[in-house]
């Protein structure tokens, strides 16, 4: 089963990776990505403590707020398929509302928002395509309900609810 998770660095996206490739039935391969590859040694040095076997687990640069790098790692997925999608990338903005830079509002959803969007445009094609995959995104309670100066962060996940919402009704006849 080929896996790819975005947002790996640290947290919910590390964790997961290292998880799937430690499993014991190793009948994981792993692309872990990240932003900034720079940034991978935690996720090593985790592998290396755990016991990854060799190959389950292979780090990619994707940045979900460029289409461009995200189709640069779909192409780098050396098995051609992305048999379970998890996106996971996400950023949070704390305070109220109104200290906010407009950049800084628009770079939560860009990456929390878009980014998923550009991610799951980039890979549900060929999972519809071979009528076989699913797709998993990190939600939040902030997605359910609104948190004291989390506004921001809380628009952006009520969004990813809709979203992933819609898609539920949409994808089964697609076999995802």
Same mark, same amino acid.
């Given at each position: 089963t080929v896996v790819l998770i975005t947002g790996c660095s640290s947290g919910i996206g590390l964790?997961?990776?290292?998880? %799937?490739?430690?499993?014991? @039935?190793?009948? +994981?391969?792993v692309?872990?990505?990240?932003?900034?590859?720079?940034?991978?040694?935690?996720?090593?040095?985790a592998a290396r403590s755990r016991g990854c076997p060799p190959g389950s687990l292979e780090t990619l640069q994707l940045d979900v707020r460029d289409a461009d790098s995200v189709a640069a790692a779909r192409a780098r997925v050396t098995e051609g398929r992305v048999d379970v999608l998890v996106c996971n990338a996400g950023r949070g903005l704390l305070g109220p509302l109104e200290v906010h830079a407009a950049g800084a509002v628009g770079s939560v959803l860009d990456v929390n928002v878009a980014g998923t969007v550009r991610t799951l445009q980039a890979f549900l094609p060929d999972m519809k395509r071979r009528r076989s995959g699913r797709v998993l995104v990190t939600g939040s309670m902030g997605g359910l309900m609104g948190l004291p100066f989390n506004a921001v962060y809380?628009? @952006?996940? +009520?969004a990813i609810e809709g979203l992933c919402e819609?898609?539920?009704?949409? %994808?089964?006849? +697609?076999g995802v």
């Open positions: 964790h997961l990776a290292l998880r %799937l490739a430690s499993d014991p @039935s190793q009948s +994981f391969k692309y872990a990505t990240l932003r900034d590859l720079g940034a991978q040694g935690p996720l090593w040095e809380c628009a @952006s996940k +009520f819609s898609l539920a009704v949409l %994808l089964p006849p +697609f």
